[in-house]
């Protein structure tokens, strides 16, 4: 079950389950954006105004969260508004993990940024507030309440499209500035690593 889907690193991440012959169910506001295939289940929707959320995860083994408006999480955090209602929804149906994309700007929970990623947070990347703290909230909600789903967080750096740029690796220091594409190819691959459950990590390009 992918939710932002249609997103910059979502369209590659439902595009590349799709190759790899997974069977993909998708919410989004305008589901044109999505890709025809026999294996793709498209629903119209919104995180913000979502009903049938137990029947959407009905059958469901992984729920992915790719998600960001920058504008509305300015003044609301719609993020975590949505995993709130979204776990008790995994409970109730019985799916156990939960990959959340945040930004490598977004500090984890106790953890402090480096002084390098904090002076960009507070200048260059200002604007972005909003979204920094809406997923910090996701962080420590999931930490403090959620600790029975095997959920997971990548907080990805994202540097624009383009063709691949090698390959991402879990790091809780190093911090890469990827592709979309290697993004969504990374979440991809720690859905199955046991080892990144209730983890927070950055991703760096392979040395």
Same mark, same amino acid.
């Given at each position: 079950?992918?939710? $932002? !889907?249609?997103? +910059?690193?979502?369209?590659?991440?439902? %595009?590349?389950? &799709?190759?790899?012959?997974?069977?993909?169910? @998708?919410?989004?506001?305008?589901?044109?954006?999505?890709?025809?295939?026999?294996?793709?289940?498209?629903?119209?929707?919104?995180?913000?105004?979502?009903?049938?959320?137990?029947?959407?995860?009905?059958?469901?083994?992984?729920?992915?969260?790719?998600?960001?408006?920058?504008?509305?999480?300015?003044?609301?955090?719609?993020?975590?508004?949505?995993?709130?209602?979204?776990?008790?929804?995994?409970?109730?149906?019985?799916?156990?993990?939960?990959?959340?994309?945040? $930004? !490598?700007?977004? +500090?984890?929970?106790?953890?402090?940024? %480096?002084?390098? &990623?904090?002076?960009?947070?507070?200048?260059? @990347?200002?604007?972005?507030?909003?979204?920094?703290?809406?997923?910090?909230?996701?962080?420590?909600?999931?930490?403090?309440?959620?600790?029975?789903?095997?959920?997971?967080?990548?907080?990805?750096?994202?540097?624009?499209?383009?063709?691949?740029?090698?390959?991402?690796?879990?790091?809780?220091?190093?911090?890469?500035?990827?592709?979309?594409?290697?993004?969504?190819?990374?979440?991809?691959?720690?859905?199955?690593?046991?080892?990144?459950?209730?983890?927070?990590?950055?991703?760096?390009?392979?040395?």
């Amino acid at each position: 079950m992918v939710f $932002g !889907g249609t997103g +910059a690193t979502g369209r590659h991440f439902v %595009s590349q389950a &799709l190759e790899q012959g997974h069977r993909v169910r @998708a919410l989004a506001r305008n589901t044109a954006k999505l890709p025809a295939h026999n294996n793709l289940e498209a629903h119209t929707g919104s995180v913000t105004e979502i009903a049938g959320l137990d029947s959407l995860l009905d059958g469901v083994d992984n729920v992915v969260a790719m998600l960001g408006d920058v504008e509305a999480q300015k003044t609301r955090r719609i993020n975590t508004e949505f995993v709130k209602v979204l776990i008790p929804a995994m409970r109730r149906t019985g799916v156990k993990r939960f990959l959340y994309q945040a $930004g !490598g700007l977004s +500090a984890a929970p106790g953890r402090k940024l %480096s002084p390098e &990623l904090w002076v960009i947070r507070s200048t260059i @990347a200002r604007s972005f507030i909003g979204q920094h703290r809406d997923n910090e909230a996701v962080m420590q909600y999931l930490v403090d309440e959620a600790m029975d789903i095997e959920w997971m967080v990548h907080r990805a750096g994202i540097g624009g499209d383009g063709s691949t740029k090698g390959l991402l690796l879990r790091s809780e220091t190093r911090y890469s500035v990827a592709t979309f594409r290697d993004v969504a190819a990374y979440n991809h691959r720690i859905l199955d690593e046991e080892s990144a459950i209730h983890t927070s990590e950055f991703s760096s390009y392979q040395k």
